[in-house]
Structure formats: structure tokens, C-alpha cells
């Protein structure tokens, strides 16, 4: 692995400002679950590791989706036939997106093959925003709001965690709060990766549901990000030309009227749709 990447994982969290925190018991008000919870910078620092390692020697395990032994390939071929089907809904996730050109395999298993990380903090500005959407899986429509807040600089506090010019990193950081939990996005020009934490509402598994190692790439007016986890994998999308005005159906039966830029997650167990309003 790139050296770069080693050191910068290794150093990674140490900007984050101290995460376990900020984590709060009883997200989505399910006390008897709560999210995950952070398991301090080591721990964290070695999932990442593993997941960088999985990619790289296409041997990806999913216990979400009961899948083991993944190539890029074969990820990548379910990840973009399942954002492009309808999967009982209205429209497919690549319908809502309305990207141009279309998303295909290649591009995803060009993204995990030669992973690119952010160059400047536009890139997590173009996530910035209220989200407001649901998650869908086969049993069940689960309202998941969010705010991705601006990316901001953070310096990082490791001795010896320098920059190629020899300068002490600065990270951009971008935070995200859900009703109840709290997590983060964060790049490095130089780091060939992006990482976050997402917590989720599953009960705390030691840092296995909640670290994400990602793999950037653009095609057309769509941004995306492939998101690795110990337990499921993810292919979000944002549409970062125009607005568009979507009509979201929440839990209770009633629909919502939003405008804003379209947004989506594939995964493997389930698909959510948000429009991002800033």
C-alpha cells in the first residue's frame, strides 16, 4: 500500500476532535439499540487498514448482504445493476439522479482500482446541505434527515504528520448530524482515500458498523462515492448541476415536497433517495 496512504490513515482520526464524545446513545429514539460507538484511533485506524487490504486482494466480505469473497468486479456489477433497478419503488436510484452520461460498472471498478481521495474542500461542499430522504429496505421505509455542515480545516495534531512540502496536514473535515448521532467525512489532497463515520442505529459493534473507507469518482454531472464497511458497502451519488423539485414519501403514509440537489445511496440490503436543500 502507498505509503502516504499507511501514514495518513494511521493519523487520520486524530483531527476528528474526539468522536466517542460526541456519539449519543439512543439514535432515531431506539433506546434499546443506539449506534455504533467509536472505538478510539487505533482500533479505528486498523478496520480501515483491513478494508484497504480487502479491496486491493478482491477478497471483500459483506455479512449484510451474505456476501463473501468480492472482486472489485463483482461489487461492482451488483452495486450499479441495483442502482439501476426499481426495486419496488417508483424509480430507480439512477432515475432520481437523472446523471448524464449513465453510471456504469467500469467507472466503479476504476474508482477501487485507482482510488483518488478529495482534492479541496469543494469536493465534500458539494454534499453540504439539509438532506432530506428515506432509506428503503425490504421491510421497511425509514426517514433518515441529515445535515452535512461545510467542510472545515483540521490541523492535525500528530508530531511528524507532515505534508510533501514537510508541513504539519491539515484534513478537511466535514461533520454530519442525524437526529440523535453524530458523524464525519475526511480527505487529504495527498491521500488517495476518503474515510467518514457513520454510526447507523444497529447497536454498538466496536467501530464495525460505523468506519467507512471510500473511493471517489465523477461522471458527468454526478459525483460519487463508493463506501467499504466491515459489514455492507455502499454506491452514493449527488447530482451537483441543477435543482430539481422531488416529491418524498415518508414513513407515516404522507409525502413531502422538496427542492434541492438529488442524492442516493445503493446498497446491498437496501436503496435511499434524499434531496439535498441549501
Known amino acids: 500500500m502507498n505509503r502516504l496512504v499507511v501514514n495518513a490513515i494511521l493519523c487520520l482520526v486524530i483531527a476528528t476532535g474526539g468522536c466517542a464524545n460526541n456519539q449519543r446513545d439512543g439514535a432515531n429514539g431506539n433506546p434499546n439499540r443506539g449506534p455504533d460507538m467509536y472505538p478510539g484511533d487505533t482500533a479505528f485506524t486498523r478496520i480501515l487498514l483491513r478494508l484497504r ?23 461492482c456489477q451488483l452495486l450499479v445493476n441495483r ?57 421497511q421505509t425509514i426517514k433518515d434527515d441529515a445535515e452535512w455542515s461545510p467542510s472545515q480545516k483540521a490541523p492535525t ?34 491521500i ?17 458498523i460505523g468506519a467507512h473507507l471510500g473511493f471517489t469518482f465523477t461522471k458527468g454531472n454526478c459525483k460519487y462515492i463508493i463506501w467499504i464497511t466491515p459489514k455492507e458497502a455502499f454506491l452514493e451519488g449527488i447530482r451537483k448541476d441543477r435543482e430539481m423539485t422531488k416529491t418524498i414519501p415518508r414513513p407515516n403514509g404522507g409525502s413531502e415536497s422538496v427542492t434541492g440537489y438529488p442524492r442516493t445511496a445503493t446498497g446491498l440490503t437496501g436503496v435511499g433517495r434524499w434531496v439535498v436543500d441549501r
Do not use: I
Not at 512540502?165 to 480527505?187: A, I, K
Open 53 to 75: 487490504r480487502s479491496v486491493d486482494n478482491d477478497d471483500m466480505d459483506f455479512s449484510w448482504g451474505a456476501l463473501r469473497d468480492q472482486s472489485k468486479d463483482s461489487l
Open 192 to 208: 488517495e482515500n476518503v474515510w467518514g463515520w457513520d454510526p447507523k442505529d444497529n447497536g454498538n459493534q466496536k467501530g464495525e
Open 83 to 139: 442502482h439501476k433497478a426499481r426495486l419496488g419503488q417508483e424509480q430507480s436510484n439512477d432515475e432520481w439522479l437523472g446523471c448524464v452520461p449513465r453510471l456504469t460498472k467500469e467507472c466503479c471498478v476504476d474508482a477501487l482500482t485507482n482510488p483518488r481521495g478529495y482534492d479541496s474542500p469543494d469536493d465534500w461542499n458539494v454534499w453540504r446541505g439539509k438532506h432530506k430522504g428515506d432509506f428503503f429496505t425490504a421491510n
Open 157 to 190: 495534531k500528530v508530531t511528524g504528520d507532515n505534508d510533501s512540502q514537510g508541513n504539519p496536514r491539515e484534513y478537511d473535515h466535514q461533520p454530519v448530524e442525524w437526529p440523535g448521532r453524530h458523524g464525519w467525512n475526511q480527505s487529504h489532497p495527498e
